[in-house]
Structure formats: C-alpha cells, structure tokens
C-alpha cells in the first residue's frame, strides 16, 4: 500500500494596474524628495549692491627715437701717422660715418612722445677687449695715452664733446627739445691718444642716445 500527498500551489495574481500605480508612485515620491532637497540647499539669492565699478586700461605713448644708420666706420683720417682709413699716433683725426667713401651723417628721429634727446659715448674697446681707451674730459682737450675725444657734430649747431656720462644733444634745439617726430642729423670727429697701451688694430665706439623728459 502507498502513501503520498499532492501540495497545490496556488499564485495570487496583483492586478497590473495597481502595481503601475504604485510603482509610479514610488518615483514621484522619490521625485519630491529630490526636489525637496534641492530646494533646501540651494544658495540664497544675491541682493542687489548700491554701488558698481568700471575698470579700463589706457594705453599712453611713450618715449621712444630711432637712429639710423645704426652702424657704420670712422674714416678720413689725418694727422700723426694716419692713414685715409686708419688712425695713426700721436693724435691722429677720424670722421664717420664714411657712407659712399664720404664723410656722411647719421639722423636721430623721435618717434615717440614730445620729450628730450639725450647723448653720450662709450670706451674705445679693442678688438682683443684689452686696454680701453677713455674719452677726456672736460672738452676732450686732452690727449694723452689711451685717451680720446669725440665730438658730435651737426650742421650749424655747437657740437657737443662726448663722455660716458649723459648730457643735452643740442642738435635738436639748444635745451635739446625735441617734438615727436622731430630730427636731426649728425657726425662724428674723433681725436686720438698719443699712443695705445693695446696693439689692437681695430678699436669699436659706441654713441647711445636716449629720449626722455
């Protein structure tokens, strides 16, 4: 004889449409809470200030001059043991610059705002940068060994004696004004020592002009 037993599942059906309603509202409740807290940390508004700034930025023109040429050679040379293109001792005499083979000018313009045009020379340096040779002051009236004078030289105007130390470039007008836009031309004489310390065949000069107030 057999004993046995049967178990009967029995699946309850949830009507489709009150599990859509729920599960919608499930995610309009989890909707609002997310706004809630959106709501609670968002920034405060900002008040209006009873005050405002503009800020701009004002380009002004500046002081500025060009030289031109820029570079050229001393040449015309008499004197001591000069040649026409060499210096010679004791006190040998140069001109430059030498532009076509002839004693030329060079032309300082102001391109910048109304101002002053300064001038001064450097060292005679030697091509081997050994003993430099000096400009003599005052008046570069002296000569001696391994000193120098240069003269800037403009077309009826007192030529100014250079040194290193800065002065008025009277070429431009005798308190050494100068307009924007305004010129002038000048040369160069150079008178040399008795004798160089430095056996150096070739010797560079620099003039440097400066605009300012």
């Known amino acids: 004889m057999r004993f046995g037993f049967r178990v009967r599942v029995v699946r309850t059906r949830v009507p489709r449409r009150s599990g859509a309603l729920s599960r919608r509202a499930r995610v309009l409740g989890t909707a609002l809470a997310a706004a809630g807290l959106m709501v609670g940390l ?100 002296c000569f001696g060994q391994d000193q120098f004078g240069l003269d800037s030289l403009s077309a009826g105007k007192t030529g100014v004696s250079l040194t290193t130390a800065s002065q008025c470039d009277t070429a431009f007008s005798a308190g050494c004004a100068a307009a924007s836009g305004a010129s002038a031309n000048e040369a160069f004489q150079l008178d040399g020592p008795s004798s160089s310390t430095d056996p150096s065949s070739t010797f560079t000069i620099s003039v440097t002009y400066t605009a300012g107030a």
């Open 42 to 141: 968002s920034a405060p508004a900002t008040a209006d200030s009873p005050t405002g700034t503009f800020t701009a930025t004002l380009q002004v023109v500046g002081y500025s001059l060009t030289v031109s040429p820029a570079t050229g050679d001393f040449g015309q040379c008499r004197f001591g043991s000069s040649t026409p293109t060499a210096l010679g001792f004791p006190r040998g005499q140069c001109h430059a610059p030498i532009i076509n083979f002839a004693w030329d000018h060079i032309t300082i313009t102001n391109t910048g705002a109304p101002g002053h045009v300064y001038v001064q020379a450097g060292d005679a340096v030697p091509a081997d940068a050994g003993k430099h040779w000096t400009t003599c002051a005052p008046n570069n009236i």
